[in-house]
Every structure is written in C-alpha cells, then in structure tokens.
C-alpha cells in the first residue's frame, strides 16, 4: 500500500514536471472509471482510448460513447504504442504496468477509488484538472450537486432494510460506493448489521434468515461461473417469496460518476414501493 | 479378522456416517440451535428457517455424503481390479477429464440448455480417461506405468480445463480453476443432489456385482478367467460404473483427492484383506471422510470457501509417500 503511495505520489510530481500550463492533446485511459470521467469531460479528440471494459454494457454505463474509441486493454507495450501524452490509470490498475510506462517517461495520472459523494467530487475535480477542462468541471460538480440535492429530499416513514448480494455473495457496507448509494436512497444496510463497514461476504443461509427488505444483485456477467450461480440459488428464490423485494445492481453502481444518482433514483422508487406495499 | 467381524464394521461406520450427517446439518455460519434446526428441518413448513435447513444444509449434507460414497467406491474397486495400492480416481487422472467434461458442457451452454448435458459431458470425460488408463495400465501394467499414465491424463485434463476456463468472457471463471481442481461444496442446491444421485445411484449398481470378481482376482486373471469370471465384461462394468460415479460427483463437487486413496488402504486390514468386502466399507468410510473435512473446513474458516481437496491432500498426500515407500520396500 505504501508503495503504490509512493509511486502514485512520484507519477504526480513527473505529472506536474511535465508541463502544468499545456493541457495534453492525446490522453489515453486504461481504467474502467477514469474512462467514464474523461469521456464526460474531456474535449473532442483530446481522449485517444480507453480501456476495453467501457465497452462491455454489462459493466459500462457508457459503452456506446466508449465503442466510438479505440480500445486498449492495460498493458504498457499497448499503452506506449499509442504515444499517449498522459495516461489515466485507476488504484487498481497494476503498479507493474504504471511503473514501466513511468521508465518510458511516460506521464500518469492515478485515481484513487470513489468510496462517497465527496470522492466522486473531487475525482471530477481532478479529472477537470489534468485534462484541462476546468470549468467544465465546475459545471458538472454543480449539475451534480443540484441534482443530489432533488434527490435527497427525504420521504417519511421508516427506514427499510436492503443488501446488496453480487457473487460469491460479496456485499458492500456503508464505506463503500454501493454502501453509500443505499443510504442516499433511504436505506439501511444489512452489511452494516453484519459488521461489515466496506466489503465482505454474506452467507446465502445468513441472508435468508435477515430477511431483509429489499435485495440488490448484480446482474451476471456473459458467460458462466460458479460464483454466480449463488444468484440463481433456490434460497434466494425462497426469500423472494417470502416477501423480500430483488432489484438488478446495473453498471451504474461501478465507479463513482454522476451516474450513480441513476442508481440512487431507481433505488428510491423502490423505497416507495416497499413503503406503499406496508 | 474374520468374517464375523464384517457386519459390526460396516455397522460401525454406517453410524459413523450418520452421525457426521448430522453434525453437518447443524453447521454453518448462522449459529442456529440443534433442537430449532431438526425441528425446522423436519417440520416441512415454508418459514425462513425451514426453507434454509431444506434448500441449503441439507443437499450439502447429501452431496458430501454421496460425493464420498463414490470416491471411496471407486478407490476400493480400482484397487482391487488393477491389484495396485496406488490405483485412485484423484491420482489416475479420472477427477480430472471428468472436471474437464463438466467444464466444457459448462462453458459451451450444453449445461444451461440441458441439464443432463453437465454430468453426462463430465462422465463423458470420466470415462475415457478410465479406459485409458485400464488399457494403458491394465492389471499385467504395474505400478510405474499406471502412475505416469495418470499423471499425464491428469495434467493434460486440468491444462484443458485451465484453457477453457481462461477463455471464458465471465470474470469469475478463471478463479474456479481452484474449485476444479479441489473441490467444495459451498452453496450447492437440491438441483445439484439431483444431477449427481443418479449417476452416482447407476454406477455403484453396476460397481456392486464385481465385488466376487475382485475376490476371484487376487489369484491372478488365468485363476479368475477359469472360476467363470468373463474379464472382458467385467472390464467394461468396472470403466463405466467408475466413470459413473466420479464423473456425478465431480460435475456438481470438483475434483476431491485422496479419498479413494486413503479410504480403502485405511480399511483393508479391518476387512480380513478382503477386496469384495473392502467395497461397501470403503463406500461409507468416503462417505465419512468427505462428510469430515466439509464439516472442518466450514469450522475452520466460515468466512472463505476452503476447498475440500486441501484438506483432503494435507491428509492424503504424506499417506501416499508413505505407500509408495512400502510399495518399493515390497518390490511391487
């Protein structure tokens, strides 16, 4: 952890070295998240790729706008064949790879992971910032504070409970980007009941027996796993019919844009819902 | 030990086997009381309880159950057909084509559009390895040659599988390499009891009459072939109940090793020696086994899916040194 600290701290400095005053003409992203945000905010043609899952629907919001671009998928040979001159990587993306594109002198902006309302601020900020597009920035963080405010006008009546259930039965608590939606939404999390303040795992038998109001599963991914085959479980079933309401997580919930108040708006409705059914 | 002894043995560990049924139906990570779990296991009402006792607990229950009833099984009879201590399901490479079977009906959409396709593909798998390797290796084959033919069908099999699985568009399905390769039963369903009981039901059906001709086989295959015992046939039975029972195993459970291994050597002396009666003691002694490590390793880390082959390898493994150095001691 302290040494991708430290690499991200040194990919700033060689950032800022690089030439603060000319904003860059070829930026290349190979991060799922940084590729929403510099689609939403940089100029025409100031953005040369991005990475292959923006086009995947299953996980990109904004796979068509994505498909208009080449895509790369993360390796620094690729990446440096493009001749980017700035790189958008997220803190997940392998130090490895950032580390071998910064020998190649190769500028790198790392984004850190949006846990809140307040991360997802300031990524747009910075975002603004490296692309040169700061007032652009500024507007989006208005438009999206205006639209947080409509959205958090509270309803009355009590607050139902909700979990979120991806494969694996992997769950997020209130110190996490889905945790935070839930809450925005009206929620209380069964996460947090279970002690699980960021991430974790619920047992399906554990879930069933909570009973929780509402469900939140991701939605399967192409293919087939075994991990997702929890999601078709006949317990989970069970619990559906015992009165617990299912809502499909979409790729909204992902990454830290203005698009999550889609997923925080889809979730009041179904706070409504549940409130009316009461 | 005579055979008077038999019944009490296998007496013995049919109870065993329940009780570690039962043990298992009351573990898992919601802390529920013994009284309240039988209870609401046997009320067949529709309440939460219920309906986790009957739709989770239970067909994992079964499964470990029956998944170790086959291997152990199959161990007992490999061993006795092939007259070779080293003879398993896991070592011989059968676990392994039989995982590759489930994997490509999996990832073909076979599985998805028909539900036999998934363990009939994985018997499929099971079968042709068991019949290469009786044909590889057969009885006249010794130890050596029945040892690198296994391992050469188990490596190709888990390579093949490792492909198939790392060409999947699913994110999740190169981490599952780990389940093929050993085995667990976590969040299995009653869907999953009903895919594999009835191979696993079919082939110790077609497994149990061999048991004579095992006994017939300890004097050598002239010996046998003049008592009336048809080689040809009996070879034939022998690949396809195996390849039944490993192959409806490992399609719903991954690959489980050293059971069939351990089990029977574990037994043997307990049976007088004796290969037709080391079957059924070897089917429930699996059944013991598998039931065992389930339970540990849901005691031992609730939170993480422990395989069941680490357990059963952190066992099985040291025990198979130990036979290969007897083996070589003995100049088999």
Known sequence: MVGRLALAAGLLAGLAHAGAAEPPRRVLSMNLCTDQLAMLLAAPGQLVSVSWLAQDPASSPMAAAARRLPANHASAEEVFLMRPDLVLAGAYTAPDTLRLLQRLDVPVAVFPIENDIAGIRANIARMGKVLGREAQAQAMIADFDADLAALRVDAPGPRPRAALYAANGYTSGSDSLGGQIIALAGFDNLADEMGIRTTGNIPLEVLMLARPDLVIRDRPARGHSRAEELLDHPGLRALAGGGTRMLGAGPEWVCGTPHVLRAVAELRAARQRIGAGK | ?332
């Open chain 2, 1 to 332: 030990m005579s055979g008077k002894a038999q019944p009490l043995i296998l007496a013995l560990l049919a109870l065993l086997v329940a009780a570690l049924f039962l043990v298992s139906v009351l573990t898992g990570p919601a802390r529920l009381g013994v009284g309240e779990s039988l209870t609401a296991l046997f009320s067949g009402g529709q309440d939460m309880l219920a309906l986790v006792m009957r739709e989770i607990r239970l067909p994992r229950a079964i499964l470990g159950l029956l998944v170790g009833a086959a291997l152990g099984m199959s161990g007992a009879v490999l061993q006795g057909f092939l007259r070779n201590p080293l003879a398993e399901p896991g070592l011989i490479g059968t676990s392994a084509s039989a995982a590759l079977g489930a994997v490509l009906a999996i990832h073909t959409g076979l599985a998805a559009a028909w539900p036999l396709g998934l363990p009939l593909s994985a018997l499929a798998g099971a079968f042709i390895s068991v019949a290469l390797i009786v044909a590889l290796a057969g009885p006249r084959g010794g130890a050596l040659a029945l040892i690198l033919a296994g391992i050469t069908v188990s490596a190709l099999a888990g390579a093949a599988t490792s492909l198939v699985l790392n060409l999947s568009p699913n994110p999740f399905a190169a981490s599952e390499i780990v389940f093929w390769m050993m085995g667990s039963l976590a969040d299995r369903s009653m869907l999953h009891v009903w895919i594999a009981a009835p191979f696993i039901a079919a082939g110790a059906l077609l497994l149990w009459p061999t048991r004579r001709a095992l006994n017939a086989l300890t004097l050598g295959e002239d010996a046998a072939a003049t008592s009336g015992i048809h080689l040809g046939r009996l070879r034939l039975m022998l690949v396809l109940g195996i390849a039944l029972m490993i192959g409806g195993a490992t399609a719903v459970a991954g690959s489980v090793g050293f059971v069939g291994l351990v089990v029977p050597h574990v037994l043997r002396r307990a049976v007088g020696a004796n290969p037709a009666r080391l079957v059924p003691a070897s089917a429930l002694g699996g059944a013991a086994v598998v039931l065992a490590a389930d339970i540990a390793v849901r005691l031992l880390m609730p939170e993480r899916d422990l395989k069941l082959g680490v357990l059963t390898a952190l066992v099985g493994a040291p025990f198979f040194l130990h036979l290969v150095l007897k083996t070589r001691r003995e100049g088999l």
